[in-house]
């Protein structure tokens, strides 16, 4: 029997994935343990097979990759489906915001993974990053640090605008998609989740949000480390962008300005709460 199609959450860094991530947990049929961090362990295994395992097949290119394929999807399926089991669950969600860089090989594994889009406002994203220590951001926004020449609003919205683009680009081909606004998630969850849960083929209970925060949950999990002091969903969050400062703001380049503008407008935002 098939395994059922894995669940990704994706997003953008600070864009509230580990709240969805606790409520999608409490599901009595739906394991999301964490960031698990499967793009990049998919692309290491897709390499280890193709190298191993792909040699012995004397097969067309294309019979090779099926073969290749299958082997990885096997081998994340087996070790996530024993853990899913172990639970009593049926299905298993991987909610790490990195694996926004790694779709290629999520959709090569996994051609029938749905995928959850959670998006959320630029400058709330960029007020969130910019009150973390920097320990806790440069391993994933380095690059755009140096590209940005430690311009760090600019740095962390261009990160919000790229990852945002590239969620944007997988709901407009692949059909298993459903795009979910924090935003709308905090002010109404009810309204919000519903058709998440419905996208996701399971009975949704509104009463789940009674036990999102009294599940034991590990707090080696990955991902935001608050939540476990966190009772209950708080809006309190949205709209603090509103509140960054002239000087860093006016170190923002205008194209990215302007980018950032186009895709708040894909999304529904207003455009003239920017950067």
Known sequence: MEPPA?????????????????????????????????????????????????????????????????????????????????QGKKAWCDKTPSNLRYLPQLEWAFPDARYICLHRNAPDVVHSCLELPER???????????????????????????????MLALESRNPRTCRIRYEDLVADPVAALTPVFRFLGLAWEPSMLERVFNVPRDPSMGGDSKIFQTRRIETDRVGKGAALE??????????????????????????????
């Open 246 to 275: 002239a000087d860093l703001l006016s170190r923002v380049p205008a194209d990215l300005r302007e980018r950032q503008k186009e895709l708040q407008r894909q999304l529904g935002y207003e455009t003239k709460v920017g950067i």
């Open 136 to 166: 806790e951001f440069l391993w994933w926004a380095l690059s755009y640090v140096v590209k940005r020449q430690r311009n760090l609003p600019a740095a962390f919205l261009d990160n919000w605008a790229d990852r945002t683009h590239d």
């Open 6 to 86: 894995p669940i990704f959450v994706l997003s953008c860094e600070r864009s509230g994935s580990t709240l969805l991530q606790f409520i999608l947990d409490t599901h009595p049929d739906l394991s999301a343990p964490g960031e698990l961090a499967l793009g990049v362990l998919i692309g290491n295994l897709r390499t280890t097979v193709s190298r191993s395992f792909g040699t012995k097949i004397a097969e067309a290119p294309g019979a090779r990759e099926e073969a290749e394929r299958r082997e990885v999807r096997d081998l994340v399926s087996g070790l996530l489906g024993r853990f899913t089991e172990g």
